[in-house]
């Protein structure tokens, strides 16, 4: 091992740092694990040094070296290699390893005093860290203490913000509809802004094209002025060319007419020298020769004089043509010139209104600038405004939320508490066995003539009567009455309806249910039971309980429960029942049969041990759908007996008894239950003084009026538990004696009118509806047999 590590040379410190990723001496761990098997240099004292003086070198170059493990025991075991006599080599290489050997020990002392250092640095660390710790410790119990202060503080407040809330709610909720209304405006002002900026950024962009046009026109016609410029200068260039020429031909022709004279002279003087010839002929012979020959040189100088005059004129010819061709296009030219100027004169002016329009255009771009610089800035504040409200906004829609789930759940509260509250008062008057009573006030009317009269009807706001109390004002005098429930003229049939849609679910829980209206003519009795079964919104409770009667067993069909449903129909017309369900009333002498009693059918009215009421030889029809009872409805509706009054246009004038019988079994408990769903449209009662009755009206309206007031007659003995109750003097009220006087659970509604010319019969309605409240009829009780149905219908 030592031949293997005396003659490594050095390493320096950077390279150690290299080799273990530039940790610092301080930072890793010196010493490794034996068993690596990773060979490992060591820095030595350069050999070169060695003869110097080798303490001092060895004490400055301790601090650059660094040893390993297995460096140390390299060390340590390592012996001298020279000869056994070589004293000299061993001296050498025993002073190099004493030299390595000071350094390895100098370097122990570095480590071991930079360990002290750390341990020193460490425990001062710890002491500070502990007493951070004492001093964190120390701040989080004042701050618990201040905490638990506060939270009860808190608490304390809390107490008093909730005694303020209620206070503040109503505040917050305006302030919340103010905010979402001003939210609104700065939308609207911000969409308007929005539209305004983009209209002027349009004309904006608008005007920079028509302004870029206009240049392009401005520097078009520039260009156009500048071309016909030079055109003109060109055509003042040509026409002085022209008038020069003219100027010339001129010249050249008037020298020509100066040599035609001199010439026309010359033969002229040739002439009369010829005349003087041939006088001097005879004397001058001997000159004959010569002027022959001098007459023949003139005559040919003529000649040629003659066809120099004929090129002269052909020339003259030609040079007038020619100036009329050059007047003509003079005059041609001066036109044009003409145009030109006046179209150079349009062309200056437009190019002025152009500018002029530019400038115009330059300025309202400058004014829109500066407009959109405004509208930027308005914008821009807008945004800062608009993210402040929206702000705002969240927090009160926050508010909102929490405020509207507060509702919801008081809401929802309230709705529970008023359901128990007509459980547990329908428990009373089930177990006091008590007539639910319902007030009904219908709408004024355009034929009722106390429309611009005062009020008689008025609904009382305290928190026991409300909606359902009821107060009449008649001569001035005001009559309180008190019901299960009041439903003012703005009530609606699904309100109506609601009310009293758990009484008709107990048709089919098994128990014996009477619904009906009660009041004067035209007082909206048929509208409350029927209504108008075309409008879904206008259908009254008879179609409405039927819907939800087939809705609910459709229901309970999941639970095992199978249900037969048989109906029918009938109207007790003089104190004759009438069946309207049967085939035979299509003729009048069937009719007049019946109301005689020499009809086959007698249809009487018997009453079993049980309770149960049968009427004899009536149509019972077994209905397994809505849309078969409806046909059923619309049969019986179009064979009432109806008539016209002067109190009403279309007065029942019978008694309407609508009748639903419901069985039903449960294959799995083997439970029979057995219900009747009773629902009656009496006639109204009317004073004939008002209702102007004569002939057949007058019969029916005593018979109508008989079997109220045999109605009248079973309540009042009802109310004074009187031993012997009247029911067998009117078919109507021996028919209903279940209703009133069984196990059955019966409600009357009392449709009142507020026309207050009415308001003596809305006062006896009102009077009668209250005896029957105080009536005590017993216990509903449930049927739950096992024997089969019967095959006639039975009424109780």
């Given amino acids: 091992m030592s031949s293997r590590n005396q003659n490594r040379p050095p390493r320096s410190p950077n390279a150690r740092k290299e080799d273990h990723g530039g940790i610092p001496f301080d930072k890793r761990r010196k010493l490794e694990t034996p068993g690596t098997g990773r060979r490992q240099a060591f820095s030595t004292v350069n050999k070169q040094d060695s003869t110097s003086n080798s303490d001092v070198g060895s004490i400055e170059e301790c601090g650059k070296v660094e040893f390993t493990k297995d460096e140390v025991l390299a060390l340590l075991n390592e012996r001298p290699k020279a000869g056994k006599f070589d004293h000299k080599a061993k001296i050498e290489q025993m002073t190099d390893i004493i030299k390595r050997l000071k350094l390895c020990v100098k370097w122990f002392q570095q480590v071991d005093e930079t360990h002290v250092q750390e341990k020193e640095n460490l425990k001062v660390s710890l002491e500070s860290a502990e007493q951070k710790y004492n001093y964190r410790e120390l701040e989080t119990r004042t701050k618990e203490e201040e905490l638990n202060a506060i939270i009860s503080m808190l608490k304390e407040n809390a107490v008093s913000l909730h005694e303020k809330l209620a206070k503040e709610e109503s505040c917050k909720q305006a302030r919340l509809f103010d905010a979402i209304e001003n939210h609104r405006k700065e939308t609207e002002s911000r969409v308007a802004a929005e539209k305004a900026q983009a209209s002027l950024g349009e004309e904006l962009e608008r005007v920079k094209e028509e302004k870029t046009t206009a240049k392009h026109k401005v520097a078009s016609l520039e260009d156009m002025y500048k071309r016909l410029q030079e055109y003109n200068t060109s055509l003042q260039q040509y026409n002085s060319k022209l008038q020069t020429d003219l100027e010339t031909v001129r010249a050249e022709h008037?020298?020509?007419?100066?040599?035609?004279?001199?010439?026309?002279?010359?033969?002229?003087?040739?002439?009369?020298h010829s005349r003087s010839l041939q006088d001097q002929l005879a004397s001058s012979r001997v000159l004959q020769d010569d002027a022959k020959k001098q007459k023949d040189s003139l005559v040919t100088e003529v000649t040629n004089l003659r066809s120099e005059l004929q090129l002269v004129r052909a020339d003259r010819d030609r040079q007038v043509v020619q100036s009329e061709k050059l007047a003509e296009e003079i005059a041609k030219y001066k036109e044009n010139v003409g145009k030109s100027s006046q179209e150079l004169h349009i062309l200056i002016a437009r190019s002025?209104?152009?500018?002029?329009?530019?400038s115009l255009q330059k300025e309202r771009i400058n004014m829109l600038e500066q407009q959109l610089a405004i509208a930027n800035e308005k914008q821009k504040m807008a945004d800062a405004s608009v993210s402040l409200t929206r702000t705002e906004f969240e927090e009160q829609k926050h508010?909102?939320?929490?405020?509207?789930?507060?509702?919801?759940?008081?809401?929802?509260?309230?709705?529970?508490?008023?359901?128990?509250?007509?459980?547990?008062?329908?428990?009373?008057?089930?177990?006091?066995?008590?007539?639910?009573?319902?007030?009904?006030?219908?709408?004024?009317?355009?034929?009722?003539?106390?429309?611009?009269?005062?009020?008689?009807?008025?609904?009382?706001?305290?928190?026991?009567?409300?909606?359902?109390?009821?107060?009449?004002?008649?001569?001035?005098?005001?009559?309180?009455?008190?019901?299960?429930?009041?439903?003012?003229?703005?009530?609606?049939?699904?309100?109506?309806?609601?009310?009293?849609?758990?009484?008709?679910?107990?048709?089919?829980?098994?128990?014996?249910?009477?619904?009906?209206?009660?009041?004067?003519?035209?007082?909206?009795?048929?509208?409350?039971?029927?209504?108008r079964p075309e409008a879904p919104e206008q259908k009254g409770l008879i179609p409405r309980s039927l819907e939800q009667i087939f809705q609910a067993s459709q229901t309970l069909g999941a639970q095992g429960w199978k249900y037969k449903m048989q109906v029918s129909m009938l109207e007790i017309y003089n104190e004759t029942i009438r069946d309207l369900l049967s085939s035979n009333r299509?003729?009048?002498?069937?009719?007049?049969?019946?109301?005689?009693?020499?009809?086959?059918?007698?249809?009487?009215?018997?009453?079993?041990?049980?309770?149960?009421t049968h009427v004899s030889d009536l149509t019972v029809f077994d209905v397994g759908s809505i849309g078969k009872i409806s046909s059923l409805l619309q049969q019986a509706a179009q064979s009432r007996s109806v008539g016209k009054t002067q109190m009403n246009e279309q007065s029942s004038r019978s008694h309407f008894v609508f009748t639903l019988r419901i069985s039903g079994v449960n294959e799995s408990t083997e439970q029979q239950v057995q219900g009747v769903l009773n629902l009656i449209d009496l006639a109204?009662?009317?004073?004939?003084?008002?209702?102007?009755?004569?002939?057949?009206?007058?019969?029916?309206?005593?018979?109508?009026?008989?079997?109220?007031?045999?109605?009248?007659?079973?309540?009042?003995?009802?109310?004074?538990?009187?031993?012997?109750?009247?029911?067998?003097?009117?078919?109507?009220?021996?028919?209903?004696?279940?209703?009133?006087?069984?196990?059955?659970?019966?409600?009357?509604?009392?449709?009142?009118?507020?026309?207050?010319?009415?308001?003596?019969?809305?006062?006896?309605?009102?009077?009668?509806?209250?005896?029957?409240?105080?009536?005590?009829?017993?216990?509903p009780r449930r049927q739950t047999s096992t024997k089969l149905l019967d095959s006639r219908l039975s009424y109780g």
């Avoid at 002025?352 to 530019?358: A, D, I, Q």
């Avoid at 003729?587 to 007698?602: C, I, N, Y």
């Fill in 254 to 272: 008037t020298r020509a007419e100066k040599d035609k004279s001199s010439i026309l002279e010359n033969l002229t003087t040739l002439r009369g």
């Fill in 352 to 358: 002025g209104s152009l500018e002029e329009t530019c």
């Fill in 399 to 531: 508010l909102l939320c929490e405020l509207n789930a507060r509702l919801a759940d008081m809401e929802h509260q309230l709705c529970e508490g008023e359901l128990l509250r007509k459980k547990l008062h329908n428990t009373i008057l089930e177990l006091k066995g008590n007539i639910r009573v319902f007030c009904r006030v219908r709408p004024l009317l355009p034929d009722d003539g106390g429309r611009h009269e005062a009020t008689v009807i008025a609904y009382p706001t305290s928190t026991e009567a409300c909606g359902r109390g009821v107060d009449l004002v008649q001569s001035g005098n005001k009559h309180p009455f008190t019901f299960d429930k009041v439903f003012n003229h703005e009530a609606s049939q699904e309100e109506v309806f609601f009310e009293i849609s758990q009484l008709v679910q107990s048709a089919l829980d098994g128990y014996k249910v009477c619904i009906f209206a009660y009041g004067q003519t035209g007082s909206g009795k048929t509208y409350t039971m029927m209504g």
């Fill in 586 to 612: 299509t003729t009048t002498m069937e009719l007049v049969r019946a109301d005689s009693g020499t009809s086959g059918k007698q249809y009487a009215i018997t009453h079993d041990v049980n309770g149960n």
């Fill in 684 to 779: 109204g009662s009317e004073r004939l003084s008002k209702s102007g009755a004569t002939g057949e009206r007058l019969k029916e309206t005593q018979a109508i009026n008989k079997s109220l007031s045999a109605l009248s007659d079973v309540i009042f003995a009802l109310a004074k538990k009187e031993d012997h109750v009247p029911f067998r003097n009117s078919k109507l009220t021996y028919l209903l004696q279940p209703c009133l006087g069984g196990d059955s659970k019966t409600l009357m509604f009392v449709n009142i009118s507020p026309d207050p010319s009415s308001t003596g019969e809305s006062l006896c309605s009102l009077r009668f509806a209250a005896r029957v409240n105080a009536c005590e009829i017993g216990v």
